[in-house]
């Protein structure tokens, strides 16, 4: 069974720096992608970032392209998400994905959200002052 939790969440003041963390078991970062997602209300889910199992391929939309930084410790299975210079636009629930049977979802992300059928609950990301 595939489980992946996320934590690393909170309140932080615009400008400041948030790292979460998805911690996976049942299937191997050696050989599955992991892709960040976040969902603000009222707003469509959108993908922040994915890492492929050999780190080749990572992506980023615009809205944070320079300010957050995907990485992952193969050997405590977790994929980190390091968000820096965070803005009134970036709180949102954000939540890490895998698609069991579909190594390679970096290949199509974010399209490939469709594709993944092992969700994290999610962690509350908060931008105020």
């Known amino acids: 069974q595939v489980q992946l939790v996320e934590s690393g969440g909170g309140l932080v003041q615009p400008g400041g720096s948030l790292r979460l963390s998805c911690v996976v078991s049942?299937?191997?970062?050696?050989?599955?992608?992991i892709g960040w997602f976040r969902q603000a209300p009222g707003k469509k889910r959108e993908g922040v970032s994915c890492?492929?199992?050999?780190?080749?391929?990572?992506y980023y939309p615009d809205s944070v392209k320079g300010r957050f930084a995907i990485s992952k410790d193969n050997a405590k299975n977790t994929v980190y998400l390091q968000m820096n210079s965070l803005a009134p636009e970036d709180p949102a629930v954000y939540y890490c994905?895998?698609?069991?049977?579909?190594?390679?979802?970096?290949?199509?992300?974010?399209?490939?959200?469709?594709?993944?059928?092992?969700w994290g609950k999610g962690t509350l990301v908060t931008v105020s002052s």
């Open positions: 994905a895998a698609a069991s049977s579909w190594p390679h979802v970096c290949d199509s992300f974010p399209g490939s959200a469709n594709s993944m059928d092992s």
């Open positions: 049942g299937l191997s970062l050696d050989l599955y992608a």
């Open positions: 890492i492929s199992s050999s780190d080749s391929i990572t």
